[in-house]
């Protein structure tokens, strides 16, 4: 594909055609990681677990002997 480089307000950005984002798994509002290597720009999608935690394992991080209790939050 061949796209050009084109100003978006004091800004430029490329389009990239919905193949392409289908091809490379990226949807529209996805966060990417960007580099530049040897003068070739890398664009891969960023593949994080919702909220930034994985419950697994936050969960396994919970001592086994563990007793949830009660706590006195005042008056409503």
Known sequence: MITKVQRWGNSQGLRLN?????EAHISVGDEVD???RGGVILLRPVRRVRGGQDLKKLVAQ????YKPGEIDWGQC
């Open 18 to 22: 919905k193949q392409v984002l289908e």
């Open 34 to 36: 960007l580099a530049v």
């Open 62 to 65: 919970i001592p086994k002997d």
